[in-house]
């Protein structure tokens, strides 16, 4: 497989100090030129001068804006030619459903997609970016995720299939969000990634983990007595037997497995 490295981090990176997560990205995909798409937030120019900035601090010399807000704009020709010279392009955070909406189907994210299927683009995305990476993209539900109804999802740009990804998410306690989207029934696979902590996907569906928190997968195959089917909008859930694990920074892992690839060093006695 040709593809090239998609990065996904829970939001909340470092920028200012020694930036390992993003310095991590730099090595690994070393990128003559990164395109900073920060279509997700409110404030897309102060996004883009402050990733300019760390980016510019990690010796990459060349790192451009598409400022797209509205979906008019994605058929511009100079923003066709700004994808085909990027290396590297990078999601901000903000909104996932604005983000989505906005370049989802648009002939300039298809040739994004064409060239990252083909290994000549790699894709890096953070907190409502990294959230619209899977064929699902999940939101509300914060808290009271337990809560039938709660939570709302919508179609994600399915960079990755079969997963779920959702973001800040022990700062935000989003695990009953995840686990409500995955007993429904739409996808059985999630991952939750903290802040300052990142994956980054190889083109052999392995990824890495990268950064100061913990990366939680949570499998819903073999889930029992759920009655997510039975209840009404706004009572409790069950569920047994939801499978979880946590990742911190140095796991291998592989998705198509959907195990944990590092070899156990045993202690001598």
């Given at each position: 497989?040709k ?8 939001g ?12 991590h990205l ?5 990128p ?9 937030s409110a ?20 790192v ?14 100079e ?16 909104d ?36 619209a990476?899977?064929n699902l ?8 995720g337990?809560?039938k109804?709660?939570i ?11 997963v ?9 306690r ?22 300052d ?5 190889y083109?052999?569906m392995?990824?890495?983990v990268i ?10 195959v ?19 037997n ?7 920074a ?20």
């Amino acid at each position: 497989m040709k593809r090239g490295y998609l990065f996904l981090v829970g939001g909340a990176e470092d920028r200012e100090k020694d930036k390992h997560v993003l310095q991590h990205l730099v090595e690994q995909t070393r990128p003559r030129s990164i395109l900073i798409i920060p279509t997700a937030s409110a404030y897309p120019q102060d996004v883009y001068r402050s990733y300019r900035d760390a980016f510019s601090d990690l010796s990459v010399d060349k790192v451009n804006c598409l400022d797209i807000r509205y979906r008019d704009e994605t058929e511009r020709e100079e923003y066709f030619e700004a994808v085909e010279e990027a290396d590297l392009i990078f999601f901000g955070g903000g909104d996932q459903v604005k983000l989505v909406d906005v370049l989802n189907h648009t002939q300039l994210f298809n040739r994004m997609c064409a060239r990252f299927n083909s290994g000549d683009l790699h894709i890096a995305s953070t907190s409502a970016g990294a959230a619209a990476a899977g064929n699902l993209i999940l939101y509300n539900g914060d808290r009271r995720g337990y809560k039938k109804g709660s939570i709302k999802y919508s179609e994600g740009f399915g960079l990755i299939n079969g997963v779920v990804i959702d973001t800040h998410f022990s700062a935000r306690r989003r695990f009953a969000r995840l686990c409500q989207l995955l007993i429904s029934g739409h996808f059985r696979k999630g991952i939750g990634l903290d802040e300052d902590t990142g994956i980054m996907i190889y083109p052999n569906m392995q990824f890495k983990v990268i950064g100061s928190g913990m990366v939680t997968i949570v499998n819903s195959v073999h889930a029992t007595g759920s009655n997510y089917h039975a209840v009404a909008k706004g009572d409790m859930l069950r569920f047994n037997n939801m499978h979880v694990g946590c990742l911190p920074a140095g796991t291998l892992f592989s998705l198509k497995k959907w195990s944990i690839l590092n070899r156990v060093r045993r202690r001598r006695s």
